[in-house]
């Protein structure tokens, strides 16, 4: 995102940035990051058919 | 005040008038908004997970009336996870201020939330605190308030001269 886009959201009203910190942290949990860990022991895509 | 069932947005209000009522119980001295929370007073919203609730003891002794302060918030429905407090399913930390804390905690700033009259660190202490941990979201967080807040300059260098503290290399 571009850096004037962040200092238009930085200049929000604090209610509304901690309104919008609830929508990311619920959507955090709902989509969850995918653990490198395991991302790296999973089967590797080939591009054999 | 009873804590009920867990709430779609954050519970900030509530956090911030259960340590508004530590000081009236004569628990806590004063308090202010630390971390993640109040650094987005001042810059664009990111997730976290937990507030901080910077608190200077009114018991000055080792446990800080730590033990005090969990039986208060208990009984008003809170409940205890780890080192968090937990209100509507969100955790809070409750952490004795000393020193740079300490100095951030009385010099913060007064705003309200929803009607709930708080105190929040100023920009210029989070950028301190945040070059006295020195964790690599530490640094993030110090990138992001030098860009986006308005910076009283004079006042951060002076923060960070009088600490013995450097801003580290971006």
């Known amino acids: 995102m571009k850096l004037d886009m962040r200092k238009k959201l930085a200049r929000e009203p604090f209610e509304e940035k901690i309104r919008k910190v609830g929508q990311l942290v619920r959507l955090a949990k709902t989509f969850p990051r995918r653990n490198n860990a395991v991302a790296r022991q999973a089967p590797a895509r080939t591009s054999a058919r | ?170």
């Open chain 2, 1 to 170: 005040m009873l804590i009920d069932e867990p709430s779609a947005n954050l519970p900030l209000a509530a956090v911030l008038r259960a340590a508004s009522d530590l000081v009236t119980a004569n628990l806590i001295e004063d308090w202010a908004l630390g971390g993640a929370l109040a650094a987005i007073y001042y810059v664009e919203p990111f997730a976290t997970y937990d507030a901080d609730i910077f608190f200077i003891p009114a018991d000055k002794g080792l446990s800080a009336g730590l033990p005090a302060i969990y039986a208060h918030l208990q009984a008003q429905g809170w409940q205890v996870e780890c080192e968090h407090l937990m209100v509507r399913g969100f955790p809070v930390q409750f952490l004795a201020a000393s020193g740079l804390t300490e100095e951030a905690v009385r010099e913060a700033q007064r705003i309200e939330f929803q009607g709930v009259p708080a105190k929040i660190f100023r920009a210029e202490h989070l950028i301190a605190i945040a070059a006295s941990v020195g964790r690599q979201k530490d640094k993030a967080r110090i990138e992001q308030l030098l860009q986006q807040a308005d910076l009283d300059k004079a006042q951060l260098e002076n923060i960070l001269q009088r600490h013995k503290l450097k801003l580290p290399t971006l």
